[in-house]
């Protein structure tokens, strides 16, 4: 392999913005974030297409597999050829409800909710976990 084509996954990461910073996707594999057939790697690990990563950024978990190599931070657009996302659907959407959860919590010492208070708690859990 030659020089210019060695690339590492810390950059690589970067490089396809799936980590706005370089220390955050070094300290993503630190953590065992990013693996590689199920192994950890370390940020110096080498590319290589065809090589299939699973990323974990909080509850989200990407699987990507490496179709191009990009050296440098592009555009999104242009970012997105590089790789290819293998990410099952089901798993893309499973945390959906948590982000878009209202607060139900009742402030303490507010007393009993009305029934008024009641009826907009109910139109919103009812139209929370409506099918679309």
Known sequence: MAEA???RIDKYLWAIRLFKTRS?????????RI???GQNIKPSAIVKIGDVYQVSKGIEKKII???DFSYNRTDSPTA???????TPVEETHAFKSAFHAPNL???RGTGR??????RETDDLIGGMFEED
């Open 5 to 7: 084509e060695k690339l």
């Open 24 to 32: 955050l996707a070094t300290d993503a594999c630190k953590a065992g």
């Open 35 to 37: 693996k590689l057939k």
């Open 65 to 67: 597999e490496v179709v």
């Open 80 to 86: 997105l050829t590089k790789y290819k996302d293998l």
């Open 105 to 107: 919590k009742r402030d």
């Open 113 to 118: 909710p009305t029934k008024k208070d009641r």
